[in-house]
């Protein structure tokens, strides 16, 4: 698919304005792209207990399933510091689950310019998902 990578992230830049991160400091903003154009925002949100927060890219792609999207393309992904932010296991997990490993695209954001682009098996090359499952029934 042919989108635009500079504006993609200028959307996960945005979205981290919104981010809610008063222990870290820590802001981060993601930007979701599904097949059909549509781009769906999140930040991470914290808490006080920590094991409840939620990471900017597990926010977009809930977002977009939660309003019955399921088709993806592509995630920017960008933090406070000039640094190559990649997703945390815990999300490499949930867009294995959602995203095609082969042809989905992970942008890691130094700035709106400098970034680095992957495929999720790139990221998550020895990844647990559905076929693990299908191939290890219980009886």
């Not at 930040?43 to 977009?60: G, L, M, W």
């Not at 932010?85 to 989905?104: N, S």
């Not at 695209?105 to 709106?112: F, G, H, M, R, S």
């Amino acid at each position: 698919m042919e989108y635009n990578r500079q504006d993609l992230i200028q959307i996960a830049y945005e979205a981290k304005k919104y981010s809610y991160a008063p222990y870290s400091g820590f802001h981060v903003g993601a930007a979701l792209l599904c097949t059909d154009g549509t781009i769906f925002s999140g930040c991470n949100i914290e808490n006080a207990a920590y094991t409840p927060s939620n990471c900017a890219e597990r926010t977009a792609i809930f977002k977009a399933v939660s309003e019955g999207y399921s088709s993806f393309a592509a995630i920017a992904i960008a933090g406070d510091k000039e640094e190559y932010l990649a997703p945390c296991g815990v999300c490499r997990q949930v867009l294995m689950e959602f995203c095609d490993a082969d042809t989905f695209e992970v942008i890691l954001a130094k700035n709106n310019t400098d970034y680095q682009l992957l495929q999720l098996r790139d990221l998550y090359p020895y990844a647990f998902s559905q076929s693990d499952l299908i191939s290890h029934k219980i009886c």
